[in-house]
Structure formats: C-alpha cells, structure tokens
C-alpha cells in the first residue's frame, strides 16, 4: 500500500505541474500514454517486476516476518516491495529475489503452514556397538532440555538402512513453533552428544 501511495502522489505531482504550463487533459493524457508505452518497451522487465509484486503484495501467500523457501533460498522475509523481495537466510546473508523470479518458483511458507517438524539423518559404523535404545535414550535427553520449544513425545528414532559398514538412523521431532535458529541448536546438540558417546564410550 505504501508503495501504491507513492506512485499515486508521484503521478499526481506530474499531473498537477504539467497543468501549470498550460496542457489540455486530452492532450496530457495522450502524452502520458505515449510516454508510458515507451517506457513499458524499454524496460519490460522492470514493469513484469512491478505487476507481480502488486499479485504478491496482495495475495495471502507472503508476509513480511514469514520464514520461507523460495526456489533455492530459504530465510526470514524481511521487505517486500515492488521489484524485489528481501530475505535475510540463516547465516544472516541478506538476498534479494526479483518479484518475478519470486512469482514464478517454488514457494513454501514455513510460517503459515505450521511446518514444525524436523529430521536428523546420521550414520554410525558397525564397530560402534551402539544400541538404538541407549541411543534413543540419550537423544531424548537432549530433546527434553528444549522444552518448552520441543513438543514432548513428538520424537521418533529409526534405523532406516543397514548397510556393509554402517547403520543409517533417522530422528524425527516437532517444535511447537517455527524456529530454525532453534533447529539448528537442537540438531547441533544431538549430534555433539553422539559423538561424545562415540569418544568417551559411554554405550
């Protein structure tokens, strides 16, 4: 709306200092158009740009605030204007994304569909001799330290491939809310603690 405001003064500004010199309506508007046509040629892509930010403006799909993944980057939406969208990923890069390239790729709002669940995928060898509950065990126990941000009982722990030389696992949990700095801890935790099992023995 802000952006819409602006352009509706700018237009306005024009219109009313044109008026000064002397020029019809019909004439001003014949000369607007002209002028707009041109502009439209040159620069198509700016106009494209500007056409689906207005459809992503006011759709329902987007908000500033949203954690999302469009195409291949994922991050917090943090401006949305009408030529680009600006997100802010979880190393604290900020990327523009073109409103058109925006429009056209894949998008999943992490935000708005209450995706909170997370997977952990790790292997560990055969000669570890680990067992899948001690394992689970101490998983759990890193889990729980999370609360109130983990959903209790929501983990699941799986062997999901046995192979020559090693056993791939698979952890499932849910947060009660979209955080992926949150994630990221928790999946950083779980991992040191394996491997301080793996160091230490303690199996």
């Known amino acids: ?30 000369s607007l158009s002209i002028v707009a046509a041109a502009i439209a040629i040159i620069s198509k ?20 605030g949203d954690y999302v993944r469009i195409g291949d980057h994922k991050g917090k939406v943090i401006d949305i204007n009408i030529h680009k969208i600006v997100l802010q990923n979880d190393d604290d890069d900020i990327i523009y994304i073109s409103n058109t390239k925006a429009y056209f790729s894949d998008l999943v709002n992490f935000t708005q569909k209450e995706i909170r669940k997370y997977n952990l995928d790790f292997t560990l060898s055969h000669n570890l001799k680990i067992s899948k509950l001690e394992l689970e065990k101490h998983i759990v126990d890193v889990l729980e330290k999370f609360i109130p941000d983990y959903e209790k009982y929501s983990a699941i722990f799986k062997i999901v491939n046995i192979g020559k030389d090693d056993i791939r696992y698979k952890l499932q949990f849910s947060l009660n809310k979209v955080d992926p700095l949150i994630e990221q801890e928790i999946k950083a935790k779980i991992l040191n603690e394996v491997h301080k099992l793996i160091q230490t023995g303690n199996f």
Not at 1 to 30: A, D, H, R, W
């Open 1 to 30: 709306l802000q952006n819409i405001y602006y352009i509706l003064s700018g237009i306005g500004i024009v219109v009313m200092v044109l008026g000064f010199f002397g020029l019809k309506p019909e004439e001003l508007l014949t």
């Open 45 to 64: 892509e700016l106009v494209t740009d500007i056409i689906c930010g207005f459809n992503i403006s006011f759709s329902r799909d987007l908000a500033i």
